[in-house]
């Protein structure tokens, strides 16, 4: 029962190691990164079409559920770029006129979203993730960016415009020009080469200034909050409100009160696959971090807990009237550098959010909306890499395909688009390749026991006898190729009186390939033509065993591929 509790509450076994210098770590880390999710809880927000509080509230209570039931010891959960992007186009989708409603269907947003990842969760299906391939995602998060950046020039320079694509994007921006506020134009230039250049020499600088490189690091990495704090200043003491530049203005002082989100029925049916994609891209993203800091220590993610902890955030994020959320990479790398030990510098990381809203929110008046802008588009451009093209072009044509189109239709129709062809696309890679597995016909390596492609190597081969090695497991979907494979080698060379499967890159064959298999079987006997396998491995003999097939082959089963060549050439090939 305590493995159990243990799986689904992981806090139960690390709490019992918690130690005061343990202590003393993740209370540093939480107070590093509670002072950079400041900014980007309101930046983010912004980026959703949504009040600052919003980003706020969704950086209070996901924290402490994912302290209490994730398994990485740095992830910090929050609001994000993409996902942030993701819930303005679909709250957007829905046509609402009041911020209220725009609100609720943002909460039920998250809610939706959470309930698909703990169903997940529950049922272990974490694995389903790996259906999104790596070029898919990239491109995905590429043309995000891209968005994302766009987007937020019209903070940048102070007009409004609308829209989800870069077309209406583009088109909004030039129908704006003349609308443009020089001093938000000013303030925002300013702000972006500000952090420009403490992204890219800050570090060095503090470095030759004697600093330590990790305490030069993450004061880099506080280049936001120096440019929010500036920037802030400078509107409160110039008065540039009054000079139309659009502050962040009255943030409530007081902590959300917990509800589920007032929608109809058919409101929550339009959020549904919205729901569904955020649940997957957060998610693809959240455990791609915590897999990629673990390793560092040499520490273990579980997928499928992941996922009940990510489901469980979000779904505390929309009844705090938060927005989706998931596991911030910048905050996370952050964490992981200023030497957080557990999860719990999660959960104290939302207590210092908790004294933020209560304290700190009356500073937040003055922030101007350029500033906030300025320092997603900064965020964001590090995600765009467009060099995934030239690599899948250059590695894969069907990768290049999956991942140009991804990019393409994000731009050009929108992030829901983007993602569902992502998914698709991969999904359909898949198939593509393993309905047409690689099968090779083998022949002996000279002086060995080895066989390998006939086309590659120089190797020995007998007239009369066929070796084939499949190089994939054997399923409904290839099960017609392999017969067609076969049949066609027969065909074309009269001699053959031998057919060997070498079956080592076989793990598994369901009934569909196994009545495949009848069917060579009886096809090849008739043809005066006899079948055996070799090196098949145990799990699949297993099952095959619970067939007839064993029995009703034509020839035999072989332990060694060599083997099986070496007894069918020594015999006297008359059926």
Sequence with gaps: MNVSLERYLPILDWSRRYTKATLVDDLLAAGIVTVMLIPQSLAYALLAGLPPEVGLYASLLPLICYGLLGTSRVMAVGPVAVVSLMTAAAVGGLGLVSVEQKLAAAAGLALVSGGFLLLLGVLRLGFLANFLSHPV???FIAASGILIALSQVQHLVGVSIEGDTLPELLHGLWLAQADINVITFALGLATLVFLFWVRAALAPLLERLGLAKRTASLLAKAGPVMAVVVGTVCAWAFELGGDGVALVGSVPGNLPALAVPRLDWAQWQQLAVPALLIAVIGFVESVSVAQT?????RQRIDPDQELIALGAANIASGLSQGIPVTGGFSRSVVSFDAGAQTPAAG????????????????????LPKATLAASIIVAVLSLVDLSILWRAWSYALADFIATASTITLTLLAGVEWGVSVGVLASIAIYLIKASRPHMAVVGQVPGTEHYRNVERHKVITQP??????????????????????????????????????QCSAINSIDLSALESLEAINQRLFESGVRLHLSEVKGPVMDRLRRSHFPEALSGKIFLSHHLAVMELDEEDFVI
């Excluded at 800091?293 to 220590?297: G, N, S, Y």
């Excluded at 959960?347 to 003055?366: D, E, K, R, S, W």
């Design 464 to 501: 009369h006898v066929l070796a084939l090695r499949i190089d994939e497991n054997l399923f409904f979907a290839n099960a017609r190729f392999l017969e067609t494979k076969v049949y066609d080698q027969i065909a074309a060379n009269p001699k053959i009186l031998h057919v060997i499967l």
């Design 347 to 366: 959960i104290f990381t939302a207590v210092g959010m908790v004294l933020a809203v209560l304290f700190l929110t009356p500073a937040l008046y003055f």
């Design 137 to 139: 995602i990239a491109g």
């Design 293 to 297: 800091l673990a390793a560092k220590r």
